[in-house]
């Protein structure tokens, strides 16, 4: 979801994961914090967790600025993601 604060021309964009699997959820929102402290050209970057659901929070007053950290924060999630998922199918396999 992407609003606009017409007020302030602040652009939030909230991306919801939600996940089946509550300790890969942990691994994520673990992997992600140190990324929300980072504020960078007036971009601002949050992480909560609620159950077994990450919420993403970018907020920036350009939309180009917010772009780069938006994709890499969503490519560090798919490669945790990724590396978590092999990890449980090896274990799966001993």
Known sequence: MATCNSGTGEILVEVLLDLDDCLLSEALFRSLLPESSLKLRG????????DCALKLVFR????????PPFSNSLRLASMVLETLKNLTLAESSL
Do not use: N
Request: proline share 6%; net charge neutral; glycine share 6%.
């Open 60 to 67: 920036g007053s350009d939309p180009r600025l917010l772009i």
């Open 43 to 50: 971009i601002s970057f949050e992480v909560t967790r609620v």
